[in-house]
């Protein structure tokens, strides 16, 4: 298995005890937020490093390569590729729909007295709606002038 694979389960592990030490030394209203980015962090982190070492044991470098060639197949298949696209295609414009929704109900809401400060979340949901337009747009565009 690759070193990259054991590096990056050493910083997340890293990341996490960070993450402990600040909610153990800091007292303040993100205590929960801070242990949870801990978990967050450690409970991936150690899975990486012992699944490197269990791939890099000797009696499962076979069965390690064999997995590797199966998943290089199934990354590169064509229909597996087109089936990504579509579904990416499906998950942006179910994206757009759902912040459309959104910032008209969260509008309604807020007129109708149920949201106060409700002029916040519409004007950064409206925003974040631009932005996946405009990412969008790029992206197309950009990839457009890549394989023309």
Known sequence: MEK????????????GICFILAAVFTESALDGLLWGLAGGALGPGIGM????????????????KEKQEQKEI?????????LRNKSGRIAYLIGLSV??????????LGKMGVIT???VIVLYLY?????QIAAGVVA?????KKFL
């Not at 912040?99 to 309604?108: E, M, Q, T």
């Not at 197309?140 to 457009?144: A, E, G, H």
Request: charged share 20%.
């Open 74 to 82: 199934e990354v590169h298949d064509e229909l597996n590729e087109k």
């Open 140 to 144: 197309y565009t950009y990839l457009r």
């Open 49 to 64: 490093i012992i699944m490197h070492f269990y791939w890099s044991m000797p009696q499962n470098a076979e069965r390690f």
């Open 99 to 108: 912040i459309c929704a959104s910032v008209v109900v969260f509008a309604i």
């Open 4 to 15: 990259n694979y054991l590096n990056r389960g050493i910083i997340c592990v890293l990341v």
């Open 117 to 119: 400060d409700y002029k």
């Open 127 to 131: 925003g974040l709606m631009v932005f």
